[in-house]
């Protein structure tokens, strides 16, 4: 229903009989192309893409116990977009297919890199680590990335539209091409629930259950990969999608990361079409990116969580 609305609402308003008949009866109108080519198109790219951000952000929050892990806050997107910026650089490339795979690259340098860094601190892997690390990370990263659009008017042009985060205009190939990716990283996340269940309970329990730890933290790590990796390829960096709705649905359904990671699929999907849909009313005729909307979201819950469970 959430689709329908999001194809209904916009700068054209389509009457609901009109959407049915073009997703159903297909009679090459104007208005029916529309809805075929474009509405639908760019709702389903945000149910996926909020789907994918809104259950990496789960799987890190449950691996690490850190109440704060997001695949933007932890620098996940920022170190793709630097993939996708220097790739543009350097080689001058425009390919869908070669941003999708940089994405995928700078998304596991950048989740290695911070799990690495922050368990040199002191107390190894705490949240607290892991929180300041990729903010380091995403600072370093997003200066470098700057640096690079500085310097290269042509990769400005380039990327600059894909840097914004949005859903709109987007290839939907690529958004086919992605897709088994962002499968096989949900079916990944949706199979560990009952031990990303344990492990956030913490890793001595963990062990002391029998559970592979290790291969459990590989396993996540994949999936987190391709979710984010395939998100910000489709999209561009778009944050705290993967904080927001963690939260919500631990509110909801409890601690249980087998429902924990399907509920967060439905709602991030949910989150990023209202977003699109607010992105697309708030300054008609003109569109704001979905990643301000959601930004506006949630830098508020960012620093209530920051001020109030890190504290414990």
């Known amino acids: 229903m959430l689709l329908v609305a999001s194809m209904t609402l916009g700068a054209a308003k389509i009457p609901l009989s009109t959407i049915y008949a073009a997703l159903t009866e297909f009679d090459g109108s104007t208005e029916h192309l529309i809805v075929q080519t474009i509405r639908l198109p760019r709702s389903l790219i945000a149910a996926l893409v909020g789907a994918a951000l809104a259950v990496a952000g789960a799987l890190m929050q449950g ?3 850190n109440p704060l892990a997001d695949p933007e806050i932890l620098g996940i997107n920022s170190g793709a977009a630097l993939a996708v910026a220097i790739a543009v650089f350097l080689f001058g490339t ?10 995928f690259l700078g998304a596991a340098a950048t989740a290695v ?3 690495f860094l922050a368990s040199l601190g002191r107390g190894g892997l705490t949240p607290l680590n892991l929180t300041l690390v990729g903010a380091a990370l995403e600072a370093l990263f997003y200066s470098l990335m700057t640096s690079i659009l500085i310097v290269s008017q042509r990769t400005l042009d380039e990327i600059r539209f894909w840097l914004a985060g949005s859903v709109a205009d987007r290839d939907f190939t690529l958004f086919l091409q992605l897709l088994p990716y962002s499968i096989i990283g949900l079916a990944i996340a949706f199979a560990l629930g009952r031990q990303i269940t344990t492990i956030s309970l913490g890793e001595d329990v963990a062990r002391s259950l029998g559970q592979q730890t ?3 933290k590989v396993l996540a790590a ?3 990969v391709l979710l ?4 910000v390829a489709i999209a561009g960096p778009i944050g705290f999608v993967g904080l927001i709705i963690p939260h919500i649905v631990r509110f909801l359904v409890g601690v249980d990361y087998r429902w924990i990671l399907p509920y967060s699929a439905v709602f991030g999907a949910i989150l990023l079409l209202i977003s699109d849909i607010g992105a697309r009313l708030l300054l008609q005729p003109q569109e704001l990116p979905v990643g301000v909307m959601t930004a506006i979201a949630g830098a508020p819950f960012f620093i209530y ?3 109030w469970k890190i504290k414990r």
């Open 113 to 115: 890199s911070v799990y």
């Open 94 to 103: 425009s390919s869908p297919i070669i941003y999708a795979g940089c994405a």
């Open 228 to 231: 984010a990796g395939s998100a």
């Open 63 to 65: 691996l690490t116990r």
């Open 222 to 224: 994949v999936s987190i």
């Open 214 to 216: 290790v291969w459990v």
């Open 305 to 307: 969580l920051a001020r």
